[in-house]
């Protein structure tokens, strides 16, 4: 009681909890009873409590077991979470961090090229023979987040898939002989080198364009895929027609290993993954957070290798001129890939995402089929010059790309 308002101090009920009944002052069972601070109750009347004969101080905290937990909490308290939630935090933290493993991949294809320049040795160990299952391990983890559906659907576009394989077969061999009679007529180049940048042109698409779409656009994933299959298996046929039309010679092209090299980068490692995604859900769920850094592990590692063991070509006397040469022809192939089809699919909704596809699928190839070709079928080594250049120049170009792009989506 208050000494000098003659007042009780009764909390301030929240719910109806205290009532009267039958002329008597009835409180339910569930009542706790409790000391608050002053601030917490309310003056009541003296004569309001006449009919009560009971203790001068009331002081009643409201709560049944299931409100008590909804009361307001003291602004003074710190909220301390359960150390399960703890956990929980910790472990989705981590994953998130191994998802987003990819946004590094520019960095890390950078760091692997540097280091192949500066010490050869830590990638020469990474030989040919690792490449195809490396890249097919990249078309796995494509296959693992993706479904038949996506297939199905990328079928559906035909006019999509012709583009990519007029800007394949049509606009970069252009390029590529425009960029071979540069180099011999403005810079003077030895006609070797103006062989190798063309023989680059007359190659089929590169299996790491697909994993830059799927980076970029995962939606568009699979088309990438079909184009760059498309143009794999017609290769057989196509580049040996594109190498005696550009540069003179005839390149017997291997159908067997062609086909081969097919089914072990692309069709097994995709089916795989699609079946173990059908199959088996929860297991791809439980892999997917470690596909990211390893696939940016196998790019790097991609990328570095062809550099390393090529490293006495690009450091070769013509090996800047060439790189230029090699840049400004990609750089084109980008460009070309990009604004072509935006011109033919102005009014697709998807337009942006299909010009980012079309444009990897232009400006990037099987630079190192380009490669074994010159090693295989020309005497001079300066063929295997630019190839080699290509390999490493057309990684870095296309994953810069990826970089800028994702950085404009967000």
């Not at 009764?10 to 601070?37: A, E, Y």
């Not at 190798?196 to 042109?201: A, C, E, N, Q, T």
């Not at 568009?220 to 196509?238: E, H, Q, R």
């Amino acid at each position: 009681m208050s000494s000098t308002t003659g007042q009780f101090l009764i909390q301030r009920p929240r719910f109806n909890h205290v009532f009267l009944q039958n002329n008597s002052f009835h409180i339910p069972k569930r009542v706790q009873f409790s000391v608050l601070p002053q601030s917490s109750y309310i003056p009541v009347p003296l004569s309001s409590f006449s009919q009560f004969r009971g203790s001068k101080f009331l002081e009643c905290k409201c709560a049944s077991e299931k409100v008590s937990e909804s009361f307001e909490r003291d602004p003074g308290q710190e909220f301390e979470p359960e150390p399960n939630q703890i956990v929980k935090q910790k472990k989705a933290s981590i994953v998130d961090i191994l998802k987003q493993s990819n946004s590094i991949l520019p960095h890390v294809v950078l760091a692997s090229t540097i280091m192949a320049l500066v010490y050869p040795p830590s990638f020469t160990w990474f030989t040919s023979r690792y490449y195809a299952p490396a890249l097919g391990f990249l078309m796995f983890a494509v296959g693992v987040n993706s479904s038949e559906k996506d297939f199905i659907e990328a079928f559906k576009r035909p006019d999509a898939i012709f583009a990519g394989y007029v800007g394949q077969f049509v606009v970069k061999p252009l390029l590529g002989y425009i960029f071979g009679i540069i180099a011999v007529t403005v810079f003077g180049l030895p006609t070797p080198l103006a062989a190798g940048i063309m023989l680059v042109s007359c190659v089929s698409g590169a299996q790491l364009s697909n994993y830059a779409t799927f980076l970029t656009d995962p939606p568009l994933a699979p088309l990438s895929i079909v184009m760059t299959s498309l143009s794999t298996a017609t290769a057989v046929f196509v580049t040996p027609m594109l190498s005696l039309l550009l540069i003179g010679k005839r390149l017997p092209v291997d159908v067997v290993g062609m086909v081969s090299s097919i089914l072990q980068i692309v069709i097994a490692p995709i089916t795989a993954g699609l079946l173990l995604n059908r199959l088996f859900p929860r297991l791809c769920e439980a892999m997917r957070p470690f596909l990211p850094p390893l696939s940016v592990l196998d790019t790097a590692c991609c990328v570095g290798a062809p550099l390393a063991i090529n490293i006495n070509s690009v450091l070769s006397p013509f090996g800047l001129t060439v790189s230029l040469l090699i840049v400004a022809f990609h750089l084109s192939a980008f460009i070309a890939g990009y604004f072509l089809s935006g011109s033919l699919f102005h009014k697709a909704p998807d337009v942006k995402a299909l010009q980012r596809t079309l444009s990897f699928e232009t400006g990037m190839q099987s630079s190192l089929l380009a490669l074994a070709l010159a090693n295989r079928f020309f005497q001079d080594p300066l063929v295997s010059v630019p190839p080699a250049i290509s390999t490493v120049i057309m990684s870095l170009m296309g994953f810069a790309l990826v970089m800028i792009w994702a950085k404009k989506k967000e």
